[in-house]
T-cell receptor
């Protein structure tokens, strides 16, 4: 089967750095995405990695190692508004189409 | 403003009734998706459509049906055959590697 694993909860303080890991077992891998979802809201796209390495977008960075089936999301200079759930999702083949397989999410609590 | 609309935000239905959730997008995206999210869970794919008049079952299609007669619209019907329909339903469209989500419909079946 296809599965993704990420920690269920992470806690940090304002201004700190936190890393959320994601390991996956899938077939037909195309890339790894990260999404943020605030309570009661819809997911919003953060990043996508198709190749190995680090992608940086402002305070957020995302890393992928295809050989290790592993990626992470790095959040720097944490702010209270970063308190949310973070999902990793793998883009896979589905016949002639592609779809996302989602992890269960990591709930990040940023404390003052 | 371009985006995805879902209505209503909250929906209540009696057990045994079919209900249709609307999803409209003006982003000119070909691909559209329906997901279900249960408390503390990730998103599970119900149906998806890569082009008008074509759609595929996702991982949990039983008890649901869709249509894609127009590029802009991808309605989802939750039928009485769905055993546990109470959930948060999210519609999305995609461009390249990014999915854009509507605000969701929270369905409660009494």
């Amino acid at each position: 089967g296809q599965s993704l694993e990420q920690p269920s909860e992470v806690t940090a303080v304002e201004g700190a750095i936190v890393q959320i890991n994601c390991t996956y077992q899938t077939s037909g891998f195309y890339g790894l995405s990260w999404y943020q979802q605030h309570d009661g809201g819809a997911p919003t796209f953060l990043s996508y990695n198709a190749l190995d390495g680090l992608e940086e977008t402002g305070r957020f960075s995302s890393f992928l190692s295809r050989s290790d089936s592993y990626g992470y999301l790095l959040l720097q200079e944490l702010q209270m508004k970063d308190s949310a759930s973070y999902f990793c999702a793998v883009r896979v083949n589905a016949g002639n189409n592609r779809k996302l397989i989602w992890g269960l999410g990591t709930s990040l609590a940023v404390n003052p | 403003d371009g985006g995805i609309t879902q209505s209503p935000k909250y929906l209540f239905r009696k057990e045994g009734q079919n209900v249709t959730l609307s999803c409209e997008q003006n982003l000119n995206h070909d691909a559209m998706y329906w997901y279900r999210q249960d408390p503390g869970q990730g998103l599970r794919l119900i149906y998806y459509s890569q082009i008008v008049n074509d759609f595929q079952k996702g991982d949990i299609a039983e008890g649901y049906s869709v249509s894609r007669e127009k590029k802009e619209s991808f309605p989802l019907t939750v039928t009485s055959a769905q055993k546990n329909p109470t959930a948060f339903y999210l519609c999305a469209s995609s461009r390249y590697n990014e999915q854009f989500f509507g605000p969701g419909t929270r369905l409660t079946v009494l």
